[in-house]
């Protein structure tokens, strides 16, 4: 609710005509401003009870069980990055000053999609997955196969791979290579990409592209600078 509704609720329900500077200097004497809301991942009942169940499972797991588990996704960087991820200092008055105005390209003006797994201790490489969406055979072929299986080997018969529920993860052929490579997938509950690591190591790799200078202006740009961060 904005300063505006609250003024005119304020006059229906009490017939004080005040403004809307007025409403905001009281609400801001109180320590309440103006902030975008959080956004979360809509859940259901049976969302939070598979969550409940999974945090109940693991809650006394100890870090040597934790060690055996990589955590693996995929992310989208655009050419032209969301300014969220950008903050500057300036002064009242500034906001349309030239130097602190960030340029946006409506869809990003084009992007990479990549694949990245953490553990307590390693990581994998960064893999930039281009010409075409990933697919369940080329998850496997391109990601399981070259970049897993070696990272399972180093870690031992205890590993445990943790991947969301998209499709392509789910496929018949991925559960059929799991079972030959004697891999072990973690039950992942559904829409539950906030219990996962990994989108805190997205959210800072998404900063430092971000934050390069100069920006990147092409795709070959934009995968060197995600390689190198």
């Keep these: 609710m904005n300063a505006t509704l609250l ?3 304020l006059r229906s ?20 401003y103006a902030r975008r809301p959080m956004v979360c991942v809509r859940l259901t009942s049976r969302h939070c009870r598979d969550r409940r169940e999974w945090a109940t499972e693991h809650v006394n797991w100890r870090r040597n069980e934790w060690s055996n588990v990589l955590f693996s996704d995929e ?3 655009s050419i032209h990055p969301d300014n969220r991820r950008i903050f500057i200092w300036r002064d009242s008055g500034s906001r349309y000053n030239p130097a602190f105005v960030h340029e946006s390209v ?3 003006g084009g992007g990479v999609l990549v694949f990245g797994g953490i553990s307590i201790d390693k990581r994998t490489d960064l893999y930039i997955i281009r010409d075409g969406p990933l697919t369940a055979r080329r998850y496997r072929d391109e990601i399981l196969r070259p970049i897993v299986v070696p ?3 180093a870690i031992g018969y205890d590993f445990i791979l943790m991947g969301d529920n998209c499709r392509p993860h ?9 079972l030959e ?7 992942w509950p559904a829409c539950s990409p906030d219990m996962n690591p990994i989108e805190h190591f997205w959210d800072a790799l998404g900063r430092r592209v971000a934050g390069r200078q100069p920006p990147q202006q092409t795709l070959q740009e934009l995968d060197r600078a995600l ?3």
């Design 106 to 108: 409506r869809f990003g």
């Design 181 to 187: 490579e004697g891999i072990v997938r973690m039950e």
């Design 170 to 178: 789910r496929a018949n052929l991925v559960k059929d290579f799991f």
């Design 151 to 153: 990272y399972a080997a």
């Design 227 to 229: 390689l190198e961060e």
């Design 75 to 77: 992310s989208h960087f």
């Design 13 to 32: 329900a009490t017939g004080t005509p005040v403004s809307t500077q007025t409403v905001r200097n009281r609400l801001h004497g109180v320590g309440l």
């Design 7 to 9: 003024q005119q609720h």
